[in-house]
């Protein structure tokens, strides 16, 4: 299945794709509208800015306990642009504190209900599911090396299907911005991987 | 598509997943990659156990927080770790000057305003040959001082006390960390157990309680359900509490 017709048949199953109500002008969205619209975004936003796959649900819950904190706050103009500022700083955050975190949990303790999730929701046999592990784990190897804001341009770009218009929406910065951080974030990513070869650390 | 045709600024550039050929070998590989990977799946489960995890969770404490505790502890850690290094080097000088010399290293201790008086019982002078102590004995010495004076109760100076204590506080975990990283997890386990025997109230306690139960899942002693049950008695929003229930977890299953 292409990915364009993945894309559109899991937005056509998913309730996310479902639009509310058009709020009144200045009018604020109610929490939990706002964790219905987002959600997913908050979720695709934590990993484009550098966050772990397995770290991704705790991210997100960050995210929106600050947004509980915070909604009453917000000035209603664009709330997806608020989102993503907060999810950078936790994101930040996050990764700041992730070198001492690893270091005690060094050997990662398996997660039941990931594992029990696996079960339940298989799809994939074991060879695809290598392949798509070892290509996570080569895409992860590159991604870390990148600068931030390159990675995160090209993750959201090349990855999530986000357009320049809407990234540059969300950074806050021209289209032009976005689309010359995307040309340096290729060279990067072309010269990591060509490193990486080198160094047999890449198949 | 190759790195010539990149887009500068003003012109939409295309994903390099969906360019139909891809001339550099480098970026051509990243697309088979992207490809593969793929955008995040939308989830409908995920985003009820999400919202049920929210729903439940009352906790404020963010990462902001968590990592000013982390950073908080690794500069205590760094600062004992150069302490011990300071201390080591200074213990290891093989000929000790005579005391009151010109060329005496003096103990790395907080000046002393009122000076003790030279005879007290409790205080016996030292000769001109006898080596100085080293800056630990120092410090306790002087924190035995208003003893010496005739006090009856001593009231230690809290400033170096309280330092010195956190440095070797701090420094048992340090070697419990470097005992785990070089693979010997039965030595950091013994070093993090005198930890919590000598330091019943550290400012480390927490730490010490899962790095105590990291080696316990490590060596698969018997006691890491226990240990873990005590640290989610003790601390039940500490920032370790994910991991102390993954070890409980295969039980109650």
Redesign the interface.
Request: charge should be positive; hydrophobic fraction near 40%; glycine fraction near 2%.
């Given at each position: 299945m292409s990915?364009t017709l993945?894309?559109l048949t899991?937005?056509s199953l998913?309730?996310?794709a479902i639009k509310p109500a058009p709020r009144a002008e200045g009018e604020l969205p109610s929490f939990q509208s706002v964790?219905?619209e987002h959600?997913?975004d908050v979720?695709?936003w934590a990993?484009a800015m550098g966050g772990r796959d397995e770290d991704?649900?705790?991210l997100?819950?960050?995210v929106?306990?600050?947004v509980?904190?915070k909604l009453l706050r917000f000035d209603g103009a664009n709330l997806a642009g608020w989102l993503y500022r907060i999810t950078q700083?936790?994101v930040r955050?996050?990764r700041?504190?992730a070198w001492?975190?690893n270091?005690?949990?060094?050997?990662k303790?398996?997660?039941?209900?990931r594992a029990l999730l696996k079960l339940v929701e298989p799809g994939r046999g074991p060879a695809e599911e290598q392949?798509?592990r070892e290509?996570?784990r080569?895409?992860t190897l590159?991604l870390d090396q990148m600068s931030s804001k390159q990675r995160t341009a090209f993750v959201l770009?090349?990855?999530?299907?986000y357009?320049?218009e809407e990234i540059a929406a969300l950074e806050g910065a021209p289209?032009?911005?976005i689309?010359?951080r995307?040309?340096h974030a290729?060279?990067e990513?072309?010269?990591i991987?060509?490193r990486l070869?080198a160094e047999r650390r890449?198949g | 598509m190759s790195l010539n045709d990149l887009p500068t600024g003003g012109s939409a550039p295309r994903a390099l997943r969906d360019a139909e050929r891809i001339s550099d070998p480098e970026l051509a590989f990243g697309a088979q990659l992207l490809g593969a990977v793929g955008p995040l799946p939308r989830s409908e489960q995920r985003k009820r156990r999400g919202w049920a995890r929210l729903s439940s969770s009352s906790t404020g404490l963010g990462w902001r927080l968590r990592g000013a505790q982390l950073a908080l502890a690794g500069v205590l850690i760094a600062g004992a770790s150069s302490a011990g290094v300071i201390q080591y080097l200074r213990s290891s000088q093989t000929t000790p000057a005579p005391r009151g010399s010109a060329a005496e290293p003096r103990p790395r201790v907080a000046p002393v305003t009122t000076p003790a008086p030279l005879a007290s019982p409790a205080q016996p002078t030292r000769s001109a040959s006898e080596p100085a102590p080293p800056a630990s004995a120092a410090t306790a010495e002087l924190g035995s001082r208003p003893a010496a004076r005739g006090a009856t109760r001593a009231k230690p100076e809290p400033s170096i006390t309280k330092a010195a204590r956190s440095e070797a506080e701090a420094q048992l975990l340090v070697e419990a960390m470097r005992a785990r990283r070089s693979g010997d997890p039965e030595r950091a386990g013994a070093l993090v157990d005198e930890y919590r025997l000598k330091h019943p109230n550290g400012a480390l306690q927490e730490e010490a309680l899962i790095l105590s139960i990291e080696s316990a899942v490590t060596r698969k002693a018997g006691n890491s359900a226990a240990l873990a049950r005590e640290y989610l008695t003790r601390y039940p929003r500490g920032r370790f509490r994910a991991q102390a229930q993954r070890v409980l977890a295969p039980e109650g299953r």
């Open positions: 990915s993945q894309k899991a937005e998913s309730v996310d964790y219905d959600f997913h979720l695709r990993r991704l649900d705790d997100a819950q960050e929106f306990i600050i509980r904190r700083r936790t955050d996050y700041r504190a001492f975190r270091l005690l949990a060094r050997k303790i398996a997660d039941p209900e392949e798509l290509a996570r080569s895409l590159i770009f090349e990855l999530e299907g357009t320049g289209v032009s911005t689309f010359t995307l040309h290729r060279k990513f072309a010269a991987v060509k070869k890449l | -």
